[in-house]
């Protein structure tokens, strides 16, 4: 195999991998970005919305009301330290990618202009703030592309279509990463100083889901296997607000801009649900509420999906409702929300300027993953105990700063914040200590996995059991879940992976560019991932954020403020879980600040 030795070696090339090989390499560390994607095709790219930060360019905003509020969407379950971190380096890294070049939406006096977003609110949820800043809805691929332009100007090395698939660990110290180039079938191997994971989500575990078909969660399973924990994989976040069957994100955004949710009677249903934040209440419970209705007949036509509404004419009879001063006209939409006008016109042959959007909960962002602190570095007990070497940052990352339920625009302050953390972390880290050999087996027992996979001749082909697996999660462990649904869905799953280690076919036998074999290894990421955040969820007695069981509907703050780890030991073919909750969640805001406290839920 052929070895490539860099300092620092980062898994992912999104928001998160970029942020932190920029910073890496400015603090002088060698870098190399390995990206199964070409860089700017990565998720972040698709982030609509916003990114958000306490500017106050528009109303009076302070972090701490933003730390606040991540808390509170959270239900309690944020590490509140690391939610101050996110608020309070939110502002300057914002303001830092405006100096990089990123082409933020402007005020009329040159600012940057910020919109309103679910959760957000200013003191201490008094009223909604203006926070999200934007770059029309394109945010997040203005961010990708700024931040892929200045490491390119900075000589950060980029290995382009290489897709990683194991993690070397040698003596308790993390030393590379095993890849395969996806355009020859060749195994590489990445030995560095210090291994960031920025590999991203899992959303792909659901059948309807707004994620790219890429979010396979390869790094975090490619950990777990390891003996890495994962942890509060029970929390996977549900957006209200996909296109109806296709799933694809229609931005909160809409509903920042004054779009409003309607059920088959016509009636602003969320102001039964959420009187204050009415449309803008946090997406765990805009999701249930479209459930709730949808329950009781009141979806659109009898069926399982209400309308988004964001007709001028609506959203000024609501302003006015409300007593807000400001109207919107066809022409503001326009410009505000273009890519979403575009994929309703392309995709439905809908025109939200004259029509309303059908609309679902569509699954978008995985709380839960690999344990880290603040600075990124991977954490594998209860005690914090730091794992040489290893860091992790992004969606495939749990600082935890989103607790039990992510706010709409912290995701990709998540990705600058902790991205950067993590870079300049590693850039010190490599400079301090010697290179740990590589272990003299490395990279055997995955090129003998894929030969496995490669030589399997049996019946069923990948997609049809992700088919499966995808309908077991959104039927059994979606939105609502029951001991009953979850623990259905544990042997479905089990069986389905008993499927895949000895019935699977796998008809292209070449090595370039075969996907027919890269996407059966990632459907075995999938299934383990389903399995553990079905077991987590199985094991937490109560309802906290994205976590809704019907048969523990109430939040149990006695028992449950602590974070589930989840730890896999065991062979591929009968894998033995184990979970941990002794890990308790920091309330050190709490100490000195009673808002900070968990209250009775306020929906
Ligand atoms: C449609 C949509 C809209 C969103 N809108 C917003 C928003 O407005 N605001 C907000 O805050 N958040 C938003 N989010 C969430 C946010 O965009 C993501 O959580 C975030 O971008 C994830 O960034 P990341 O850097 O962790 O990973 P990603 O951007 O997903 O990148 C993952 C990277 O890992 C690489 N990779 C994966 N597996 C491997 C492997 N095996 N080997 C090598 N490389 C690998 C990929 O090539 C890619 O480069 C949105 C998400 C979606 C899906």
Request: net charge negative.
């Amino acid at each position: 195999m052929k070895i490539h030795k860099h300092e620092v070696i980062i898994v992912g090339a999104g928001g998160a991998g970029l942020m932190a090989a920029l910073y890496a390499s400015r603090g002088g560390a060698d870098v190399a970005v390995v990206s199964k994607l070409y860089p700017t095709r990565s998720h972040t790219g698709t982030a609509q919305g916003g990114i958000g930060a306490a500017l106050g360019n528009l109303d009076e905003d302070q972090p701490i009301y933003h730390a606040y509020d991540t808390v509170k969407g959270g239900d309690y379950l944020a590490d509140q330290n690391a939610a101050l971190v996110l608020a309070e380096g939110a502002v300057e890294a914002v303001i830092e990618l405006e100096h990089m070049g990123l082409p933020f939406d402007r005020t009329p006096d040159g600012r940057i202009s910020q919109r309103r977003f679910g959760g957000h609110t200013r003191e201490f949820g008094k009223e909604l703030v203006r926070r999200a800043c934007h770059a029309a809805d394109r945010t997040g691929h203005m961010i990708l592309q700024t931040l892929y332009q200045n490491c390119i100007k900075r000589n950060v090395n980029f290995f382009d279509e290489f897709q990683v698939v194991d993690t070397i660990i040698n003596d308790g110290v993390c030393v590379g990463v095993v890849a395969i180039q996806i355009g020859t079938g060749e195994f590489h191997i990445f030995h560095g100083k210090a291994v960031m994971f920025a590999s991203g989500g899992w959303g792909r575990c659901w059948s309807v889901s707004s994620n790219a078909h890429s979010m396979t969660g390869d790094g975090a399973a490619a950990v777990l296997r390891r003996g890495v924990p994962l942890q509060d994989m029970e929390f996977f976040q549900f957006h209200p607000t996909g296109i109806y069957k296709m799933g694809i994100l229609i931005t909160e955004g809409v509903r920042g801009e004054g779009g409003v949710l309607i059920n088959n009677k016509g009636e602003r249903f969320m102001e039964k649900y959420a009187p204050s934040a009415k449309d803008l209440a946090s997406r765990d419970v805009v999701s249930r509420a479209i459930y709730d209705e949808v329950k009781k007949g009141n979806g659109i036509k009898g069926k399982d999906y209400v309308y988004l509404d964001v007709r001028p004419e609506t959203v000024n009879r609501f302003f006015a409702e409300e007593g807000r001063k400001e109207r919107i006209d066809a022409a503001y939409v326009e410009k505000k929300l273009p890519d979403i006008l575009d994929f309703c016109r392309t995709y439905l042959g809908v025109d939200p300027v004259k029509e309303p959007m059908p609309i679902q909960p569509t699954a978008h962002y995985a709380m839960g993953g690999i344990p880290t602190n603040v600075d990124a570095q991977v954490v594998i007990d209860e005690n914090w105990t730091v794992l040489p070497g290893m860091y992790a940052a992004g969606e495939t990352a749990c600082v935890s700063c989103h607790g039990a339920n992510r706010l709409g625009t912290n995701s990709l302050v998540d990705l600058i914040v902790f991205g950067r953390r993590g870079g300049m972390h590693m850039a010190d880290y490599v400079k301090g200590v010697d290179w740990t050999p590589l272990p003299a087996d490395a990279g055997h027992e995955i090129e003998s996995e894929f030969k496995r996979i490669r030589s399997s001749r049996g019946k069923m082909k990948p997609y049809q059991l992700r088919a499966k697996m995808q309908e077991v999660m959104m039927e059994n462990v979606g939105v609502y879940r029951t001991e009953k649904t979850m623990t259905e869905a544990i042997n479905v799953l089990r069986e389905l992976r008993h499927e895949f280690r000895t019935n699977i076919a796998i008809d292209d036998q070449g090595y370039k560019f075969n996907t027919d074999l890269m996407e059966a290894w990632e459907l075995g990421n999938l299934l383990e991932l389903a399995e553990v955040t079905a077991l987590s969820a199985r094991n937490r007695t109560e309802s906290r954020g994205g976590h809704s069981r019907d048969d523990y509907p109430k939040r149990d703050d006695e028992n449950w403020l602590v974070h589930t780890l989840v730890c896999r030991a065991g062979t591929d073919d009968d894998p033995q879980y184990t979970i941990n909750t002794a890990k308790k969640v920091d309330m050190s805001l709490a100490e000195t600040d009673e808002r900070f406290r968990p209250k009775v839920r306020a929906y």
